[in-house]
């Protein structure tokens, strides 16, 4: 099957992903190559405005990494990786939402400097 788009981690994404036990982490990117082919609104879904977020339970933990698509890229279409968090409930941290949309402002930011 065909990837319908690419998947980045910034620094804290990356982080998150490697301080989780091996188990998890290894669930948690079979669910993001999952939903880089099918869509499915229980791995990865828009949260409000920019923000998007997989998300995948295991252990009876959620595991969330936020997300935001980079639309400068035509082909393919690029989803970047904001950070992550484990959470125990469905309810999300509205300080989460904040970060991931400073994080996305910031990426912009850089990455127009770098033109």
């Known amino acids: 099957m065909t990837e319908k788009f690419k998947v980045i981690f910034l620094e804290e ?3 998150f992903l490697n301080g989780l036990d091996p188990k998890s982490k290894e669930k ?5 190559r999952k939903a880089q082919v099918i869509n499915n609104n229980e791995l990865f879904k828009k ?4 923000t998007w977020e997989f998300r995948t ?3 009876k933990s959620y595991y969330r990494l936020f997300a935001f698509w980079d639309k400068t ?3 393919p279409s690029v989803v970047v990786s904001t950070h992550g968090l484990v ?3 469905d309810k999300i941290p ?4 904040d970060k991931a949309d ?3 402002k910031i990426y912009y930011e850089q990455k127009t400097k770098k033109k």
């Open 13 to 15: 994404a990356d982080d």
């Open 28 to 32: 948690i990117i079979y669910n993001i």
């Open 47 to 50: 949260l409000n405005g920019e």
């Open 57 to 59: 339970l295991h252990n």
């Open 73 to 75: 890229e035509k082909n």
């Open 87 to 89: 959470k125990k409930t």
């Open 94 to 97: 509205q300080e989460d939402l």
């Open 102 to 104: 400073r994080i996305r």
